[in-house]
């Protein structure tokens, strides 16, 4: 059964501050997605990262995948109020027809 | 539209009773997700479509849950004899094929259980 874990579940930073999210699941994957929720809404899709060593980026947020060591990573740099959200990853766990399976996601508060 | 649409975005209903969920997928899109959300949890696979046929139901929860697409677009998610523990937020996604594996999720329906 594939596990994905996120930590830290909850997180309150500064604005201007960078920090990491990590994400680690439990069987081999080469897809994994971010998507970001916020309070009564539905998940947006951040990041979209199909193969090893994938890194994209998106004004403040970057994201990275190493799938030998079965990690990405979220980094927030220079924090800013509006990027206050829940964050969450997913994995696919290929080979059939499976859903994401979803990390609990990373509770953000920035705060000024 | 251009997005998911579910409907209705809240529904409340007591123990037992049975109710419908619709989603709306974009268009075009051939594969349909249902998940379920809780509250401070992330969503949980339900079910999966590719086209009419549900590829994959694994994650219903019990024979109370069932889910159509009669024309490979719309869908319901249908609950029969409720319970509390039913309550949670019911999102559909959608994605223009399996292989694209980019989901599309919908507002969702909140469904509360009395």
């Known amino acids: 059964e594939l596990k994905v874990e996120q930590n830290p579940l909850f997180l309150s930073m500064q604005e201007g501050k960078n920090y990491t999210i990590y994400c680690n699941y439990s069987?081999?994957?080469?897809?994994l997605y971010w998507y970001r929720q916020d309070p009564g809404k539905s998940l947006e899709s951040l990041f979209v990262?199909?193969?090893?060593?994938a890194v994209k980026q998106e004004g403040r947020l970057m994201a990275s995948l190493d799938t030998k060591a079965r990690l990405s990573t979220l980094h927030i740099t220079a924090a800013v109020h509006d990027l206050s959200a829940t964050y969450f990853c997913?994995?696919?766990?290929?080979?059939?027809?499976?859903?994401?399976?979803f990390g609990k996601g990373t509770h953000l508060i920035i705060q000024p | 539209g251009a997005g998911v649409s579910q409907t209705p975005s809240n529904k409340v209903t007591e123990k037992g009773k049975y109710v419908e969920l619709r989603c709306d997928p974009i268009?075009?899109?051939?594969?349909l997700y249902w998940y379920r959300q809780s509250l401070g949890q992330g969503p949980e696979f339900l079910i999966y479509?590719?086209?009419?046929?549900?590829?994959?139901d694994s994650g219903l929860p019990n024979d109370r849950f069932f889910a159509v697409r009669p024309e490979g677009s719309v869908s319901t998610l249908k609950i029969q004899r409720t319970e509390r523990g039913d309550s949670a937020v019911y999102l559909c996604?959608?994605?223009?094929?399996?292989?694209?594996?980019?989901?599309?999720f919908g507002e969702g329906s909140r469904l509360t259980v009395l």
């Open positions: 996604a959608s994605s223009l094929d399996r292989n694209t594996g980019e989901l599309f």
């Open positions: 069987t081999t994957s080469d897809r």
């Open positions: 990262l199909l193969s090893n060593g």
């Open positions: 997913a994995v696919d766990s290929g080979g059939g027809a499976d859903g994401l399976t």
């Open positions: 268009s075009g899109h051939t594969a």
């Open positions: 479509f590719q086209g009419t046929g549900a590829a994959d």
